[in-house]
């Protein structure tokens, strides 16, 4: 599969991309009720993403999108400033028919260099407690576990099922 990976300034498709969301939103819902936290609806959060889009694009954040070689919209993973010299990690997703090809890996990768770019020296992130597929990322990346950050934009009922992150940027 061909894949093409950017970081844009403007979303080129929001319909394209909220579908993207409900679809990533749904995933982390399940996994969220799995380990016994409340049932959210995806629509709804990917809305509320959509509504709240200039803070992950320039100048603060940063989106990166991965398309196929139809143009279809595969992959996705984003950046929030939270601090003039740190970041969070964000909303990264693979779709089904793009996973194993390493654009999971691509896009972290990308991320990260891009938050030095943007001057960074930390990165966090947070994800829900037993997600392996990303926890070993973070892992193998060299990320540590830490207590909520006070940038951290999830309501503070969910700090019961989730992970805090922390990565310092050479």
Avoid: W
Wanted: charged content about 25%.
């Amino acid at each position: 599969m061909t894949l093409k990976l950017e970081f844009v300034s403007a979303l080129p498709d929001h319909g394209a991309f909220e579908t993207l969301m409900c679809d990533y939103y749904q995933i982390m819902c399940d996994k969220l009720v799995a380990v016994g936290g409340p049932a959210l609806s995806p629509s709804e959060l990917a809305a509320d993403t959509l509504a709240h889009i200039d803070d992950l694009l320039p100048p603060t954040g940063r989106t990166v999108l991965a398309t196929d070689a139809d143009g279809t919209l595969v992959g996705c993973g984003v950046i929030r400033k939270v601090r003039k010299d740190a970041a969070e990690l964000k909303r990264m997703y693979v779709r089904p028919e793009a996973q194993r090809l390493g654009l999971g890996r691509k896009l972290f990768e990308m991320r990260i260099t891009e938050s030095r770019n943007m001057g960074c020296r930390t990165v966090y992130a947070d994800t829900i407690k037993g997600n392996r597929p990303m926890l070993d990322m973070y892992e193998h990346f060299g990320f540590r576990y830490i207590p909520r950050y006070p940038e951290n934009a999830n309501p503070a009922e969910l700090d019961p099922y989730l992970v805090y992150l922390e990565h310092e940027l050479s």
